[in-house]
């Protein structure tokens, strides 16, 4: 009996060796930690003992070989902590490159501090399991990281709200397993890689509110799972690529607040895109009278262009027209009578050249 005490001792020990922190790895999170300062709501005092799988808020192991695979440090969250601290997060300091030390990362969520300045660090581009970098709502500045082609498994990467600068790395294409990228709010510049047709698993580009110039690339209507492209207020030029009017599943095509020029394809205007957003731009020519049964649009706003002619005829046999903005162009003749102009206001027609009929003055 003493025996089998002995042995199950031995074999709760071994248990408790292989479930504990691996002292590497908690040394790379205390150097993380000593590059960051967070005041206010303390998620850093529970990283305290020797093993950072157990307790150590925002972090998460591998059950199997107890490396670090999960840090979630988001600074907007409803985790008990915040609803005591009564208030959002606020974290200044830096991300330390000694968070690369933790190669079995898969997850990377440091989001939402407002404070936290500096440069992405290189060597996130070799942590070879990584499937999410989500750094949302800080204040990093300098580019995204030269190498992050690399990363094969990202499946999510969520830069939004920061400072980044600089063009995008050419390396950035190479991303086979990216679903997901938004990197709205920034100061990226240059022009969108030509090949980013190969990101062919991706479902959702958002780009707006940058400085990106150049032509929209035509290989983006490769990316056959994309269903959400935002590429607006920016200083994107050329003309609007016809091949996006034959997407499959683009629901959502935001190109509003550019430089785009030439007319618009009437592959957009019979197509699956239901938000279509083209105002502010320097587009030319009629409004394509391809208006069908797949016209399905809850937003369609063509409005601060240089569009001329009559409003297409074909436009009251569109399926559903919940929001039509037309206004400040160089529409003549009449407005076309039925839906969906039964329920639009004065303001979706005002400044141009010589429309008439209701709910304008009459003709």
């Not at 908690?26 to 998620?43: C, H, S, T, V």
């Not at 509110?209 to 209507?221: D, E, L, M, V, Y």
């Not at 039964?342 to 050249?353: E, M, Q, T």
Request: glycine content about 8%.
């Amino acid at each position: 009996m003493t025996s089998l005490l002995f042995i199950a001792a031995i074999l709760l020990g071994t248990a408790s060796a292989v479930t504990s922190c691996t002292p590497s790895d908690r040394a790379a999170l205390l150097a993380f930690k000593a590059a960051l300062n967070e005041p206010y709501i303390g998620i850093f005092k529970s990283w305290t003992g020797s093993d950072c799988c157990r307790n150590w808020y925002g972090v998460s192991c591998d059950g199997d070989n107890a490396r670090v695979t999960y840090i979630n440090l988001r600074g907007e969250s409803e985790d008990p902590i915040f609803r005591k601290a009564n208030r959002t997060g606020y974290m200044t300091g830096t991300i330390s490159p000694d968070i690369c030390q933790l190669t079995w990362l898969s997850t990377i969520i440091i989001a939402d501090w407002k404070g936290i300045s500096g440069f992405i660090p290189d060597c996130i581009s070799y942590l070879p399991h990584l499937r999410m970098l989500d750094l949302v709502g800080n204040k990093l500045t300098g580019q995204l990281p030269r190498h992050i082609g690399r990363l094969q498994r990202l499946k999510v990467l969520n830069v939004a709200e920061n400072e980044i600068s600089g063009w995008l790395p050419s390396s950035i294409s190479n991303l086979s397993s990216l679903m997901h990228l938004d990197l709205r709010n920034n100061q990226i510049s240059g022009a969108l890689p030509r090949d980013i047709g190969k990101l062919r698993m991706m479902s959702r580009a958002l780009l707006s509110r940058n400085q990106i110039t150049g032509p929209i690339p035509n290989s983006i209507s490769k990316i056959y799972r994309l269903s959400d492209l935002d590429l607006s207020f920016n200083q994107i030029s050329g003309a609007i690529p016809r091949s996006l009017g034959k997407m499959r599943v683009l629901a959502t095509l935001n190109l509003d607040n550019n430089k785009l020029s030439g007319k618009i394809p009437s592959t957009l205007i019979n197509s699956g895109v239901s938000i279509l957003t083209l105002s502010k731009n320097s587009l030319q020519g009629n409004i394509p009278d391809a208006f069908g049964q797949r016209s399905y649009f809850t937003e369609l706003d063509l409005s601060y262009n240089q569009l001329k002619g009559p409003i297409p005829k074909s436009i009251t046999s569109a399926s559903y027209i919940g929001y039509l903005d037309l206004s400040h162009n160089h529409l003549c003749g009449q407005i076309p009578v039925g839906s969906p102009f039964d329920h639009l206001d004065a303001s979706s027609f005002l400044n141009n050249d010589c429309l008439c009929g209701k709910p304008l003055k009459s003709c």
